[in-house]
């Protein structure tokens, strides 16, 4: 099966703690994204990764950072969480920069 | 950075009817419009998308217009049924990654 793949599922964590999220992509595309889907199900970009080009949304903390091996795996660490870290992190790929986003299930952090 | 304005909020049909979402954008670069459809508990999923050297298409009860000139582009849903309740967003691309509008709950009531 062909698809983006992300671990956790869920994770809860106290404030101040460093958590990583992970994505792989089986579908051979060239880009990833990181998305962050708030409580009010609105959806930001946070980081694009693209032939080890690393585009970063400017508005985002840097206590967040991507971490990539390769062009099939996008990883999300958080470096020390805040309250207003707890979302649904979705990871997604496309053929090209831009193209049609094909969606992890997503991982949803709780920050207590 | 560059919107991307969506409305209505929520949009409460009757079933069998049409419903349209419209959506805005301001990065006059942008020339790839997709929508995608989130169902409770799933991931956004593509349903349509137009190109900006398109001005209509349509995917059975789908429709997506798009005027370049007033930056707008919509979406509209013919003969809506139950199963078409979800959230929809609308989303704007100028090359480097999709900024998404901030989305529409679709209920469609018998």
Known sequence: ??????????????????????????????????????????????????NKQLIVNETVPRRFSPQSS???????????????????????SSRRSAETLYFGSGTRLTVL | GEQVEQLPSILRVQEGSSASINCSYEDSASNYFPWYKQEPGENPKLIIDIRSNMER?????????LDKKAKRFSLHIT?????????????????????FGTGTKLQVVP
């Open chain 2, 79 to 99: 003969d809506t049924q139950p199963g078409d309740s979800a959230m929809y967003f609308c989303a704007a691309s100028a090359g480097t990654y999709q900024r």
């Open chain 2, 57 to 65: 298409k349509q995917i059975q009860e789908l429709i997506v217009l």
């Open chain 1, 70 to 92: 390769d062009k099939a795996h996008l990883n999300l660490r958080i470096k020390s969480v805040e309250p207003e870290d707890s979302a649904v992190y979705l990871c997604a």
């Open chain 1, 1 to 50: 099966e062909t698809a983006v793949f992300q671990t956790p599922n869920y994770h809860v964590t106290q404030v101040g703690n460093e958590v990583s999220f992970n994505c792989k992509q089986t579908l051979g595309h060239d880009t990833m994204y990181w998305y962050k889907q708030d409580s009010k199900k609105l959806l930001k970009i946070m980081f694009s990764y693209n």
